[in-house]
Nanobody, 115 residues
Framework: QVQLVESGGGLVQAGGSLRLSCVAS????????MGWYRQAPGKQRELVAAITSAGSTNFADSVKGRFTISRDNAKSTVYLQMNSLKPEDTAVYYC?????????WGQGTQVTVSS
């Protein structure tokens, strides 16, 4: 079955950096678009960044210029590099993909940015 496992979250001061990783299994990774989402307490889950199988990317306006998304097909892993972190980036970050029209989510990793 499809499994997505995130890692790399933690506590960081404002202005700092973190790199999140998401390892996928159960899919032919190189053929799937991947996305990073986040959900802050009391807010809806929102798209942060996405990358297609061809490597095209898009970002939420709130993270443009600070976050980058990349993928390593040999490792079935998608990364989210987060720089210049702000307290408003505090959230649980989730990895997502789709297979046969169904969404698959990881368990999430907590990112906390202190001011």
């Amino acid at each position: 079955q499809v499994q997505l496992v995130e890692s790399g979250g933690g506590l960081v001061q404002a202005g700092g950096s973190l790199r999140l990783s998401c390892v996928a299994s159960g899919i032919i990774f190189s053929t799937h678009a991947m996305g990073w989402y986040r959900q802050a307490p009391g807010k809806q889950r929102e798209l942060v960044a996405a990358i297609t199988s061809a490597g095209s990317t898009n970002f939420a306006d709130s993270v443009k210029g600070r976050f980058t998304i990349s993928r390593d097909n040999a490792k079935s892993t998608v990364y989210l590099q987060m720089n210049s972190l702000k307290p408003e980036d505090t959230a649980v970050y989730y990895c997502k993909t789709q297979r046969f029209g169904m969404d698959y989510w990881g368990q999430g990793t907590q990112v906390t940015v202190s001011s």
